[in-house]
């Protein structure tokens, strides 16, 4: 399989005369829209009932849409959620899951509470912080207990 070329943000500037730039531009916004729009569960959704998941063709597009995560790319992404879906559409298992409308359904809830609330921290989290401090407190505790034992 041939390797794909990535289209570079500099074609956009270049001249619209040179058919090779037009066509790099044109890959260029179609990548970034298609991109885009995985930040949507509910396409997501929609493109997984329809059975894109199951065709390489497309999870191997997926893998292709990866240079978006690089520095001169990423500045173009208005949507960053759909970079987390680009990694999780990586694995068969969020490629499966996905495909159900209670999955869909869950995960547009955890995204619309995080773009209203994007501060709030669930008890979840509080709690695994408070262990991590709990636990890094314990640490501690246990190198002063043993550097007392060793001057003794």
């Given amino acids: ?7 570079g943000p500099a074609i956009l500037e270049e001249a619209v005369a040179d058919p090779q730039a037009v066509f790099a531009k044109e890959r260029f916004e179609v990548d970034l829209e298609f ?3 995985l930040a949507n569960p509910w396409y997501i959704n929609i493109i997984a009932q329809q059975g894109y998941f199951d065709k390489p063709e497309f999870i191997n597009y997926l893998k292709y849409l990866q240079y978006w995560k690089k520095p001169e790319y990423v500045k173009f992404v208005v949507y960053p959620h759909a970079l987390a879906f680009l990694d999780l559409l990586q694995t068969k298992e969020f490629r ?4 159900k409308v209670d999955e869909a359904t ?3 809830g ?3 509470h995080h773009w209203r609330w994007p501060n709030y921290q669930h008890a979840d989290e509080e709690e695994e912080e408070e262990e991590e401090e709990e ?3 314990q640490s501690q505790e246990q190198a002063q207990a043993q550097a007392q034992l060793q001057q003794q």
């Fill in 106 to 108: 869950r995960i547009h």
């Fill in 1 to 7: 399989m041939a390797e794909a070329t990535v289209p």
């Fill in 135 to 137: 636990s890094e407190q």
């Fill in 110 to 112: 955890l995204q619309y």
């Fill in 96 to 99: 499966e899951e996905i495909k």
């Fill in 35 to 37: 991109l885009q729009c």
